[in-house]
């Protein structure tokens, strides 16, 4: 019998971005029962599922229609069915017959109404506020975890040209939903604070739970030293000096959108630039801040953000919103650079057969300034968790030993092996704050059912389903 949904039936991890960005989401939102003891779990992906699915809703027409209403809010037919073809792939799981896909639809819908009451409920909680610093750095975060799963950032801008995003576009997308997920997490973590949990609780935990808890991973404790990845001053100015020669070509009346289709780094480039209309908010602050002095048709200066050197041509005005093209030179180190970097941490990691001590050696020369000082150590990290860089690097290396250098987006890594465990049980003599952890966070999942359950009575709730 064919599955009515099969993990087949979704991107795979080998060949599309959204198998990777799965690595780094919460995970499809739990159904009651199935996982209890774990700890408690962002209620829905907050980033890119549109992209985890869109290969999958391209190739399957899904009627869309709204499923349950709660207060203001809607769930729509196509995020339930997103919700159900995600909890397929990432528990690798084949739905058969109607009646499974029926049962994990309305398990799934269920969560998703609790999921839009908690966002109803923090968003009328006055106490609850979220920057949008907090926004950004959330979403340099995922983004840059995202981009690791490449092997190069060329390679990660081809892949999000080849889904029609740019990662301008990408944090425009996700902004609100992003926003959304950390006011909510904030609300359950004004929960959080107020459970007290006495030792009692936590041995009885232990002793209910203890054959079905996870085993604690192969683990590994690493310090490194990192040799960055950066343009020399050379390499700046040679770029600065392409961009102002553009910058002049775009004034003297060149096609604009030509320009940018030849010397654009960015992947709008295949559309000339084109930015299409956005909101205020939506671009990096320097980015906004050149557009605001712009009128119809004018062209900025060279414009410098965290992406590089931009030309900004503003096209239209309509009420808040803008639409803009551009032309993005990005700082990216040349390969003489690249070279030069290795050659150092080449040379630093001949070193240490010498004699000479890796802490005072990462001091010294390791441009990871959160770690240097420490002497590079990053603490403890389980073996499965690490970047397949990384993994291959520790491979075969005992507690004591460096690494070959590694490279990352970041640069080159010396990594050195502090210590190493094999995978063993949970328990209560060695493993007690994490066991506190998990038992507060079990009681907590156990109030929030019944909060929401109080909750549920406030606002108006209809299920279309």
Request: aromatic share 6%; charged share 30%.
């Amino acid at each position: 019998m064919t599955p009515v949904i099969s993990p087949a039936k979704v991107p795979r991890r080998e060949s599309s971005l959204s198998a990777r960005i799965c690595m780094f989401m919460s995970g499809a939102t739990p159904v009651r029962g199935v996982e209890p003891l774990r700890p408690l779990r962002r209620l829905l992906p907050i980033l890119l599922l549109f992209l985890l699915l869109a290969p999958a809703l391209r190739s399957q027409e899904v009627m869309d229609g709204i499923v349950a209403v709660v207060d203001k809010e809607i769930i729509l037919q196509s995020e339930l069915f997103s919700q159900v073809q995600l909890y397929a792939l990432q528990n690798r799981i084949e739905l058969r017959t109607q009646e499974e896909v029926e049962r994990l639809q309305r398990e799934l819908l269920d969560r998703m109404i609790d999921d839009k009451l908690l966002l109803v409920q923090a968003e009328k909680d006055t106490s609850l506020r979220v920057t949008d610093r907090e926004v950004s750095e959330a979403l340099d975060q995922h983004i840059r975890q995202i981009r690791q799963q490449f092997p190069s950032q060329e390679e990660f801008e081809r892949q999000l040209a080849q889904e029609g995003f740019t990662e301008l576009k990408l944090r425009r997308k996700y902004k609100e939903e992003v926003k959304n997920q950390i006011l909510k997490e904030k609300l359950v973590n004004t929960r959080l604070r107020q459970v007290k949990l006495s030792n009692m609780e936590v041995r009885e935990f232990h002793q209910i739970h203890k054959d079905s808890l996870p085993k604690r991973p192969e683990s590994i404790r690493l310090a490194h030293l990192l040799v960055s990845l950066q343009p020399s001053e050379a390499t700046v100015e040679a770029i600065k000096s392409l961009a102002f020669r553009v910058l002049e070509l775009a004034r003297s009346g060149v096609d604009f959108s030509e320009l940018a289709a030849e010397y654009s780094d960015d992947p709008s480039s295949e559309r000339g630039g084109d930015l299409g209309f956005f909101s205020p908010g939506d671009m990096v602050p320097e980015f906004e801040l050149a557009l605001s002095a712009l009128k119809p048709g004018e062209i900025s200066g060279l414009v410098k953000t965290q992406f590089g050197y931009h030309i900004i041509k503003l096209e239209q005005r309509a009420g808040e919103k803008v639409k803009a093209r551009h032309i993005l030179f990005m700082l990216r180190p040349s390969q003489e650079d690249e070279s030069a970097a290795l050659r150092l941490a080449d040379s630093l990691y001949h070193l240490v057969p010498t004699g000479t001590d890796f802490s005072e050696l990462t001091r010294e020369f390791s441009d990871d300034s959160d770690s240097r000082e420490a002497g590079g150590e990053l603490g403890w990290y389980a073996v499965e968790d690490l970047t397949p860089q990384f993994s291959e690097a520790v491979r075969g290396l005992e507690v004591g030993e460096v690494s070959q250098p590694a490279k990352s987006e970041f640069g080159y890594h010396l990594l050195k092996v502090l210590d190493r465990q094999e995978a063993r049980y949970l328990s209560l003599e060695e493993d007690w704050e994490q066991l506190k952890e998990m038992a507060k966070r079990a009681k907590v999942n156990r109030q929030l059912v019944d909060w929401l359950k109080e909750i549920r009575k406030r606002y108006y709730v209809e299920v279309k389903l």
